[in-house]
Structure formats: structure tokens, C-alpha cells
């Protein structure tokens, strides 16, 4: 039997249940560049896209290991920016630290990696001009809720989960809760359009 599905919406994408009027505004002044993998690019089950619906300051580069994205570069090495690499290195500075880390007046600014935990390690390993970068980490996080793919490795969380715990590690839990609820009904749309299915009007 062929499902004839209704019409994408041109916003969210998403055929059965339009997601548009969840998406909450962050007043937030978290500075964030995803580095995307390739292969993300045109995944539906990819979470940056809710930091980038959500974040005022927030921007998304490709990956490609011989070209460094030049306005990425350009935010790295401005004067007033102090940036970090998110990633759990054993060197790792916990992300409640940092203020008091770097001990000055600039604005702290994160780079996010999107991708699988493998394609991200492949990354940083790759990428001389990340490897520079003084690395930030949490010190404990909940476990991941993200069930839209398989192999989910334990400890490890999805791109818009790590946005919310670095919000939540930023003292904005206001906002943490916000992209928290966004988060969950981006999943339960997510699984409902997959069934073909209409959830309850809200």
C-alpha cells in the first residue's frame, strides 16, 4: 500500500505536524559555531538545526580538512572573543570554570562539533587549527534522551543536548528549560511524522 504524504511544511519540514509555533526565541548571549560533518548536512534527525533556529548568535561551517571556513577563523582570532573547542579532552577545562578561567573581559565563544562521536574525533584529529584551541567540558551531565538514531553510545549526547547543558552550565536555565521542551517536542513530532501519524492539537 503507497502512503500519499500531505505537503511538507515549508518551515519545519515536517508532513503530519507542523513544528513551527514550538520554536522558542532564546534570549541568550551564548556565542556558538557548529562545525557540521558532511554527512549530517541533510539528515532530518540532525539537532543542530534547533541551536540555529534558537540562538540569536549562532552559525553553522562544514567541515572539509583542507578548508579551514575562513569566517570561523575570523571569529577565532578576534581580539575581544575568547573561544573553545566543546569536546572532552583530557585537558579540558569544565565549561562553569571558564569565567574565572581565561581571567579577562572577552566574550566567550563556542564551537560545537556536529556529528557522531567517531566522525568528531576524526575531525579534531585532523584539524591543526581546532587543536590550538583550549578545550571545554561538563563536568557531569544527565543521560541523553535523543532516541531518533541507533547505537546512541552511552554517556554521550546529541548536538542540541550539549547546547542546553552548555546553557544550563552558563547559569541561563531559563533558557536550558526552553530548548529542553523544544528538544522533546522536536522528537515526538520527529517520530510521529515517521508513522504517519497526527498528534493531539496542544
Not at 503507497?2 to 522558542?24: E, Q, R, S, W
Not at 572577552?106 to 562521536?117: N, P
Not at 576524526?122 to 538514531?149: D, E, H, I, N
Amino acid at each position: 500500500m503507497t502512503i500519499i504524504k500531505p505537503p511538507a511544511c515549508k518551515g519545519c519540514g515536517f508532513h503530519y505536524n507542523c513544528l513551527c509555533a514550538h520554536v522558542p526565541t532564546l534570549n541568550t548571549s551564548v556565542r556558538i559555531d557548529l562545525l557540521m560533518h558532511e554527512t549530517e548536512v541533510d539528515k532530518a534527525s540532525n539537532t543542530g538545526k534547533l541551536l540555529r533556529e534558537t540562538f540569536p548568535h549562532c552559525h553553522q561551517h562544514v567541515w572539509r580538512r583542507t578548508e579551514p571556513p575562513r569566517d570561523l577563523l575570523a571569529v577565532i582570532a578576534d581580539p575581544e572573543i575568547k573561544s573553545w573547542l566543546l569536546f572532552p579532552d583530557e585537558n579540558a577545562t569544565d565549561v562553569k570554570c571558564l569565567p574565572e578561567g581565561h581571567n579577562d573581559d572577552r566574550k566567550a565563544h563556542f564551537i560545537m562539533i556536529d556529528a557522531t562521536w567517531q566522525q568528531a574525533k576524526k575531525m579534531v584529529r585532523k584539524s591543526p587549527w581546532l587543536q590550538s584551541l583550549g578545550t571545554a567540558t561538563f563536568s557531569s551531565l544527565p543521560p541523553s534522551q535523543y532516541t531518533l538514531r541507533r547505537n546512541q553510545q552511552p554517556g554521550n549526547l546529541c548536538t542540541c543536548e550539549a547546547g542546553i547543558a552548555l546553557l544550563s552550565a552558563m547559569g541561563e536555565s531559563e533558557n536550558a528549560e526552553l530548548l529542553s521542551q523544544y528538544f522533546l517536542q522536536f522528537m515526538t513530532t520527529f517520530d510521529a511524522d515517521r508513522q504517519h501519524m497526527s498528534l493531539p492539537a496542544t
